[in-house]
């Protein structure tokens, strides 16, 4: 299997928490934009009329409590730098809001809070500088905002912490009982 650490992290961090939607009053803003007037309306990558019978199944389409309903999902059209980057598609449709990888997103921040550390055979291994508690310890993260990181040994073990690749140098460790 390959070294897919760095790439993980990098997504982790900077995406994949960031697009989740924890606020949703902001729906209420962008979703009846004027700007919409003249253009042609999609739902998700298809025009209405393409989707035939499949628009007559209850509860398909919501206008009804939308922000409430995707709180917790995630963003379904972010880019690099913009949750929710507007006129999107390859015909430029107001595509609006999906409530997109609710199973998948939550079920990928399982997996990297899970692999923030690993423990086997008396080796504890921390891959991610995030915060996790666990039988054997506890990582604490001050980051960006501090630049530390604390980890609380609840059980001996051989300790292993993954430097990123962005961090430039390590200045040092501290222990403390």
Known sequence: MGDYWEGIDRY???HSAEVQLPETDWAYR????GAADGKEKGIGLFRPDDL???LRVPGLLVRERVPG???GAFATHASVNDCYPGWTGAKGYRE???GCSTGNGTRALCF?????LTHKQNTLRVNFLLNR???????????PYMGTVDIRIKQPNRLLVRSPEWVATCSGLTTAR
């Open 12 to 14: 982790v961090r900077n």
């Open 30 to 33: 962008v979703h009846d934009l």
């Open 52 to 54: 035939g019978d499949l």
């Open 69 to 71: 309903r995707i709180r």
């Open 96 to 98: 609006g809001h999906g």
């Open 112 to 116: 990297a809070w899970r692999s923030i």
């Open 133 to 143: 508690a666990s039988p054997w310890d506890d990582v604490e993260g001050h980051l």
